[in-house]
């Protein structure tokens, strides 16, 4: 059986592009213009994955509210926040609010399926054990690359898809130093300097607010970033 999709999008023509991307990937896709469309039919059958909007026809922050309505309905969906507003704030609130991704609508249509892709294979992971080899552990760090789960100390830090293979490209041979292009490579993406920066900036805020005293991801001036243990 396919997989469905849920798109929740108050563009027709936004809406169509993602649907049309999805169907030629082997998904099945329905797709809802507002919150109440998309929990009227939610509440009948859950999707497999949902991408939201934010903002939702009269409801600026209609997403926000539909993702705290279907994580009352299921703790494990995959959620995928794809929005205009390229806001830390907002990126920060979905992740918060149990969004696996918050990407922005200006990426490309293969970056976005590859991206769905890669929640599917963890939730395929998460029905299985984890074998121990594939668990890498730095100190008080433990990345499971099939979960896609980061832990500092105990506690899980919630890192975006990109956040969590920047982290492991560095966790994973620490005391060496990875460029930006490294990253980029390693998380799949094309981006310039400056959004390699923000992305390590926003990293080290989520270690440092468990561990005020996190320092373990530094800044090699001219040359990228490595973590020491």
Request: hydrophobic letters at 45%.
């Amino acid at each position: 059986m396919k997989r469905l999709i849920a798109i929740v999008e108050d563009e027709a023509a936004i809406r169509d592009n993602y649907a049309a991307a999805f169907t030629r990937e082997g998904y099945s896709v329905r797709c809802y213009a507002n919150r109440a469309q998309a929990m009227a039919a939610f509440r009948t059958r859950l999707p497999d994955l949902a991408v939201i909007d934010i903002s939702l026809e009269e409801e600026p922050e209609g997403g926000f509210e539909l993702c705290r309505e279907l994580r009352a309905l299921s703790a494990e969906l995959p959620i995928i926040f794809l929005t205009a507003r390229d806001s830390e704030l907002d990126a920060v609130s979905g992740l918060r609010l149990g969004a696996d991704d918050f990407l922005t609508k200006d990426l490309s249509l293969a970056h976005l399926t590859a991206r769905v892709n890669a929640l599917f294979r963890r939730v395929d992971a998460l029905r299985r054990p984890a074998a121990a080899s594939e668990i890498t552990h730095r100190g008080a760090l433990t990345l499971d690359p099939e979960r896609m789960q980061a832990q500092w100390d105990g506690n899980i830090v919630l890192l975006s898809l990109t956040e969590f293979w920047i982290v492991h490209a560095l966790a994973r041979h620490p005391g060496h130093v990875r460029s930006r292009q490294q990253l980029m490579d390693a998380a799949n993406v094309v981006l310039d300097d400056n959004t390699i920066t923000s992305h390590v900036k926003r990293i080290r805020r989520k270690f440092q607010g468990i561990d005020a005293k996190f320092d373990c991801l530094q800044t090699v001036y001219g040359m990228g970033y490595r973590w020491v243990e």
